[in-house]
């Protein structure tokens, strides 16, 4: 009778330490798949941080070529005669007399990744997913 009791009580501990072991394997499993997530996470953003730093390289050369095509353009006009002058965004061209010849403000560039809807909406107009009650 006590062979049966010993072996009871040696499968009943067995069994909690087979509990036990499934616990904290689980747990540590579980950690180093998070790890290797957050790793994963840190070297994609990583890398996109990396690919707008170029854009933004590249944005800015490109700026440069556009102010000095901009500059060409307004030196060969005063060569002809006409004056450009701009002012944010208002852009005044006149003759060396002074006679103004165009006042024009730039016109505004519209994100091509917005939708449509979201383009030509005014900005103060109710928003018509809400529904009232």
Do not use: W
């Not at 002012?87 to 006679?99: F, L, N, P, R, W």
């Not at 994100?111 to 909406?121: C, D, F, G, Q």
């Amino acid at each position: 009778m006590a062979d049966v009791n010993y072996a009871y009580a040696l499968s009943a501990l067995v069994g909690v330490c087979a509990i036990l072991g499934g616990f904290l394997a689980f747990r540590s499993g579980r950690a180093a798949n998070l790890t290797n997530i957050q790793q994963q996470t840190i070297t994609a953003l990583q890398m996109q941080i990396n690919s707008l730093k170029d854009k933004i390289g590249e944005l800015e050369k490109e700026n440069i070529l556009q102010r000095d095509t901009m500059d060409k353009i307004t030196s060969a006009l005063k060569q002809k005669g006409l004056i450009v002058t701009i002012d944010g965004d208002m852009v005044v061209i006149s003759s060396k007399g002074g006679a103004e010849i165009s006042a024009t403000r730039a016109r505004q560039i519209i994100n091509p990744e917005l939708p449509a809807a979201k383009r030509h909406a005014p900005k103060n107009a109710p928003n018509s997913s809400k529904t009232s009650s």
